[in-house]
């Protein structure tokens, strides 16, 4: 029978699982300039041997006379290398790199370009960015930070708290790094949108690794494949890399979370978007997150990484932990045959509701959730000796959605509660991340204790 609502009433609908906040959620900043002005700068790092190479490229508007000077300057304030005009290459030798958190002793090292433009009338304009020199590169099974085989152990995070709902808030931001580096992660996803600029700079200075994914998210209408959302799509890409290009945490673009890309327009709308992205970008990896059949995936041949979400024993198989290990192998394992390229676990987990216990594990409880994860993790255990290249768990923190029979006053799924107080599960996480990075470091399984002093980890 039809349901009967009032005339005129109406819902919005939206196609995701996170509450759809209104209202501003970052600071507006109005600034001035002068009327000959530095409007954008792009570098692109690269190594050879100890030297570090820094390629810009400052693009001035308002005026043609002007001149430009720039100085990289490094942690302590000496100039190591200076160029002069509108683009060049700035050469230091003995190059401190920018390492990932638990990567090395020194993570996170970034220098300061410097740019500074005069013009005749002496206005001049003043610009320094920071610049972490690093390079990016994937082969078939490995995904190369500095030339070295990186790991993603970290987390998808998103920007909710209780009170300032998705609203930026410093204090929310600095726990949130302090609980990653508890944690032992050294990387998240921005699901699924792009992040304040402010959680990027501190990515850069805690050494904590980016997949940066643009809002798209919930396409998963037929129609939503046509000209003017791919053009759309287009934009929102040139957008994001244009704000987020600089960032030495940034090392891969993600320009869809679970799209519908087993339909058949899919291949050309992925052919097409990505194809875009490289060229706007060539010196990162783009890749999408997939839920779609290995076999099916239409948009997973233009990516140079797969990205694979999968809820065993969760969204089917409800309570049987038994199927979760051989679900994910042959996930795997046909993903890696079919495409031949490294695969990361973008998401896995389970609901948990804080204080819930069960034994045996029962959905929602503590104990379910935590039995999800090791099931997970045996395999991983496994494939990460061959082509897997990283684990993201959905979700660092409870979040809220909009209400459904599916949702116990939101999204469970953290291994923190929304207020930030760890469950079961983080203590599983973090015993499991920090064995992960000892061993990468060649200090084997044993625990190496954590400092939390203004450098993020020494050894
Ligand atoms: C995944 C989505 C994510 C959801 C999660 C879940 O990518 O946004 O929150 O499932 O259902 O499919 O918990």
Same mark, same amino acid.
């Given at each position: 029978?039809?349901?009967?609502?009032?005339?005129?009433?109406?819902?919005?609908?939206?196609?995701?699982?996170?509450?759809?906040?209104?209202? =501003?959620?970052?600071?507006?900043?109005?600034?001035?300039?002068?009327?000959?002005?530095?409007?954008?700068?792009?570098?692109?790092?690269?190594?050879?041997?100890?030297?570090? &190479?820094?390629?810009?490229?400052?693009?001035?508007?308002?005026?043609?006379?002007? *001149?430009?000077?720039?100085?990289?300057?490094?942690?302590?304030?000496?100039?190591?290398?200076?160029?002069?005009? #509108?683009?060049? *290459?700035?050469?230091?030798?003995?190059?401190?790199?920018?390492?990932?958190?638990?990567?090395?002793?020194?993570?996170?090292?970034?220098?300061?370009?410097?740019?500074?433009?005069?013009? $005749?009338?002496?206005?001049?304009?003043?610009?320094? !960015?920071?610049?972490?020199?690093?390079?990016?590169?994937?082969?078939?099974?490995?995904? &190369?930070?500095?030339?070295?085989?990186?790991?993603?152990? %970290?987390? #998808?995070?998103?920007?909710?708290?209780?009170?300032?709902?998705?609203?930026?808030?410093?204090?929310?931001?600095?726990?949130?790094?302090? !609980?990653?580096?508890? !944690?032992?992660?050294?990387?998240?996803?921005?699901?699924?949108?792009?992040?304040?600029?402010?959680?990027?700079?501190?990515?850069?200075?805690? %050494?904590?690794?980016? @997949?940066?994914?643009?809002?798209?998210?919930? @396409?998963? !209408?037929?129609?939503?494949?046509?000209?003017?959302?791919?053009?759309?799509? &287009?934009?929102?890409?040139?957008?994001?890399?244009?704000?987020?290009?600089?960032?030495?945490?940034?090392?891969?673009?993600?320009?869809? #979370?679970?799209?519908?890309?087993?339909?058949?327009?899919?291949?050309?709308?992925?052919?097409?978007?990505?194809?875009?992205?490289?060229? =706007?970008?060539?010196?990162? $990896?783009?890749?999408?997150?997939?839920?779609?059949?290995?076999?099916?995936?239409?948009?997973?041949?233009?990516?140079?990484?797969?990205?694979?979400?999968?809820?065993?024993?969760?969204?089917?198989?409800?309570?049987?932990?038994?199927?979760?290990?051989?679900?994910?192998?042959?996930?795997?394992?046909?993903?890696?045959?079919?495409?031949?390229?490294? @695969?990361?676990?973008?998401?896995?987990?389970?609901?948990?509701?804080? %204080?819930?216990?069960?034994?045996?594990?029962?959905?929602?409880?503590?104990?379910? *959730?935590?039995?999800?994860?090791?099931?997970?993790?045996?395999? =991983?255990?496994?494939?990460?000796?061959?082509?897997?290249?990283?684990?993201?768990?959905?979700?660092?923190?409870?979040?809220?959605?909009?209400?459904?029979?599916?949702?116990?006053?939101?999204?469970?799924?953290?291994?923190?509660?929304?207020?930030? *107080?760890?469950?079961?599960?983080?203590?599983?996480?973090?015993?499991?991340?920090?064995? @992960?990075?000892?061993?990468?470091?060649?200090?084997?399984?044993?625990?190496?204790?954590?400092?939390?002093?203004?450098?993020?980890?020494?050894?």
């Amino acid at each position: 029978m039809p349901l009967w609502y009032p005339k005129g009433y109406f819902v919005q609908d939206t196609k995701f699982d996170f509450f759809n906040y209104a209202g =501003l959620h970052r600071s507006v900043v109005l600034y001035t300039t002068p009327t000959t002005y530095i409007d954008d700068i792009t570098v692109i790092t690269n190594v050879d041997q100890d030297i570090g &190479l820094v390629d810009y490229w400052i693009s001035v508007q308002g005026g043609e006379h002007f *001149q430009l000077e720039v100085h990289l300057l490094d942690e302590d304030g000496k100039v190591v290398a200076h160029g002069t005009g #509108n683009q060049g *290459q700035l050469q230091v030798p003995g190059v401190n790199l920018w390492w990932p958190y638990l990567m090395h002793e020194r993570p996170a090292y970034l220098y300061s370009l410097e740019v500074k433009m005069t013009t $005749p009338e002496s206005v001049s304009d003043f610009y320094t !960015l920071p610049v972490g020199i690093r390079t990016v590169a994937v082969t078939k099974s490995k995904f &190369l930070i500095n030339g070295k085989p990186f790991y993603f152990h %970290g987390v #998808n995070k998103h920007e909710d708290s209780d009170i300032r709902g998705k609203g930026f808030d410093w204090p929310l931001l600095i726990k949130d790094f302090n !609980l990653l580096r508890w !944690l032992g992660a050294n990387s998240f996803r921005t699901s699924h949108y792009p992040y304040s600029e402010e959680v990027l700079q501190l990515c850069d200075r805690y %050494g904590i690794v980016v @997949i940066d994914e643009c809002p798209g998210v919930g @396409i998963v !209408l037929p129609q939503s494949f046509g000209n003017e959302s791919l053009r759309h799509h &287009l934009e929102v890409m040139e957008e994001l890399v244009r704000r987020d290009k600089n960032h030495p945490a940034v090392v891969m673009w993600s320009v869809a #979370n679970e799209p519908l890309s087993a339909i058949k327009p899919a291949a050309y709308y992925f052919k097409t978007l990505i194809t875009h992205t490289k060229a =706007l970008d060539l010196t990162r $990896p783009v890749t999408f997150v997939s839920n779609a059949k290995y076999d099916a995936d239409l948009g997973a041949p233009y990516v140079d990484v797969i990205c694979i979400n999968s809820y065993f024993s969760w969204y089917h198989d409800y309570g049987h932990l038994e199927v979760i290990q051989p679900q994910l192998n042959s996930q795997f394992e046909n993903w890696y045959k079919t495409h031949q390229k490294p @695969i990361i676990q973008s998401e896995y987990g389970a609901d948990a509701i804080p %204080g819930i216990h069960e034994d045996p594990p029962r959905m929602f409880s503590e104990e379910y *959730q935590k039995a999800v994860l090791e099931n997970y993790h045996s395999v =991983l255990d496994q494939k990460r000796k061959e082509y897997v290249v990283g684990e993201l768990i959905w979700n660092f923190a409870d979040f809220m959605t909009n209400q459904s029979p599916m949702r116990v006053v939101g999204n469970k799924k953290g291994i923190f509660t929304r207020q930030r *107080q760890p469950k079961t599960s983080a203590f599983i996480l973090r015993e499991r991340y920090w064995r @992960i990075a000892n061993e990468s470091r060649g200090h084997g399984s044993e625990p190496r204790t954590q400092c939390f002093g203004s450098r993020p980890f020494t050894f």
